[in-house]
């Protein structure tokens, strides 16, 4: 983590957030493949599911701005187009995959994702903490700054005035 110019804290673990793509988008593409088999595995026709997915996608993109996930608006834009080019090929290919196959894979990349997802949101929270510790710190030095610049001031004055009277 680093301190910017302008007084933010900024992120420097592969976890942070990214202008456009960052590791968090591939819990999205499992996110898209997972939807994908669900859907799937539901008889859910093309239209309806390729709808259903946009929507899951773009919810999900409205869920974390109400949590107050900080992304930029073409990275947000990005995590709905990164789960819907992993939905699509997955579910028009399904129909070539025996059911135990599909949901084989949808428990494996349910359980890949999860253990992704865990983690990241593991290491989301130390950084925050460690934010947390960082902005106190730097209240504490901020104050204990004004403090000696107060002082010095007081003393400047005060010799200023002692070497005006001479």
Known sequence: MRHSRDGRFVRTDIWREGEYIDLWSVPHLLSGIMVA???????????????????????YEMFEALVKIE???????????????SFTPLFLLAPYFSQM?????????????????????????KALVLEQKLRAEYQLQKAKMKGRRDRLQIRFRKNRYRFKKV
């Open 37 to 59: 088999l669900g859907l799937y595995l539901l008889n859910f026709r093309p239209v309806s599911a390729f709808i259903i997915a946009f929507l899951i996608f773009v919810m």
């Open 101 to 125: 196959e599909i949901i084989s894979t949808l428990i494996l990349v349910t359980i890949v994702n999860s253990t992704l997802s865990f983690f990241g949101w593991l290491e989301s929270q």
């Open 71 to 85: 992304e930029t608006k073409m990275n947000r834009t990005l995590d709905v187009i990164v789960g819907m080019i």
